[in-house]
């Protein structure tokens, strides 16, 4: 597995592995598949920053994932917390990926100014949370039934439950 700056050569990619993660209603509050127009600016934006980079990770087929640190909250004094996105290729889970790429997160993160990272995850996603407890993060917070994904088979409402999980480093109390 490598890891690498994204550059533009890798957008398509990225937003077909992303578009894996949004009918599983697990991974993201999206319910609409990303396209090349509605995500560019996104795009751009990481692609073009220092703090906030996008990274892509290839293995020996190819691209199997990507991640991003991104703006935690718009205001100046969080410039130092970071939410952070990990998506992975669902041929390429469960080879540890994942732990490799949290553990570059936490690499990184001083080197991009950043002191805290934030995760949001969904409470039924047990996979990310016991890989986030395995690299130190703790959870911080507890959103209930804060997103609703469209309805069920039955026609009733499935709300989902999200974690904030965080892990911070290089910080004096």
Known sequence: MQIRKSTEADFESILAIYNQAIPTHQITADLDLATLENRREWFDFHLNSQQYPVWTVEDDTGIVGWFSFSPFYERSAFVHTSEI???????????????????????????????????????????????????????????????????????NDKWRTLLMMSYQKGIES
């Open 85 to 155: 996105s990990i998506y992975l290729d669902s041929k390429a889970k469960g080879k540890g990926y994942g732990s490799k790429i949290i553990e570059f997160m936490q690499a990184e993160m001083l080197n991009h100014n950043i002191h805290t990272l934030m995760a949001y995850v969904f409470e039924l996603n047990q996979v990310s949370q016991n890989l986030m407890k395995k690299h130190g993060f703790e959870q911080w917070g507890r959103f209930p039934h804060i997103a609703n994904m469209g309805k069920d088979e039955q026609g």
